[in-house]
Structure formats: C-alpha cells, structure tokens
C-alpha cells in the first residue's frame, strides 16, 4: 500500500525569540528551526481546516508511487512519550 506525506510549501516568517524552556539551553538556530516548523504546522492545519469542503488547496497529500521497501514495518515514534520516559529515567538515577 502506498505511504503518505502531508506536505505544506509554507515560507518562513522571523519573530520575536521565545525564552529558553526551563534550564535546558536552545541555541538561537535551534529556536528559530523549532519556531519555524511550529508556524508552518499550524498553517497546514488552519488549511487543512478551510479547505474541507474544496477540492484542493494549499495542502495536498503527498503519496509515494513506489514504496521503500525496507521501511515496511517502520512504526511512527511519539516523540513526546518518548522525551517522557527519558526525564522518568533520569529523576530515578
């Protein structure tokens, strides 16, 4: 079965820097990358949302025509549940 991508064309936009997240230190590149694909997911979604009842849009769902297949089996990461468990990991060591 074929893979798919949402796939957004977005500009960048520069801004005001947010402050670091508690003692951990985020260089301003680092920032400004995080920054970036924030504002750029929350157009893919406001698009997402407007162009319900279009046919197209601004976002379009990419779908590969010839799938790796080597990643078959690959299995999403919660990248959040993982960050989670790390920080339980090193409060109990």
């Given at each position: 079965?074929?893979?798919s991508?949402?796939?957004?064309?977005?500009?960048?936009?520069?801004?005001?820097?947010?402050?670091?997240a508690g003692?951990?230190?985020?260089t301003?590149?680092?920032?400004?990358?995080?920054?970036?694909?924030y504002?750029a997911?929350?157009c893919?979604?406001?698009?997402l949302?407007?162009?319900?009842?279009?046919?197209?849009?601004l976002?379009e769902?990419?779908?590969e025509k010839?799938?790796?297949?080597?990643?078959?089996a690959?299995?999403?990461v919660?990248?959040?549940d993982?960050?989670?468990?790390?920080t339980?990991?090193?409060?109990?060591?």
């Amino acid at each position: 079965s074929p893979v798919s991508r949402v796939v957004y064309n977005g500009k960048r936009s520069g801004g005001p820097r947010s402050p670091g997240a508690g003692s951990e230190i985020f260089t301003p590149a680092h920032e400004e990358n995080v920054r970036f694909i924030y504002e750029a997911w929350q157009c893919v979604e406001r698009d997402l949302r407007s162009q319900m009842g279009s046919e197209r849009g601004l976002v379009e769902e990419y779908v590969e025509k010839m799938p790796n297949p080597s990643l078959k089996a690959f299995k999403p990461v919660d990248l959040s549940d993982l960050k989670r468990r790390n920080t339980q990991d090193a409060k109990k060591s």
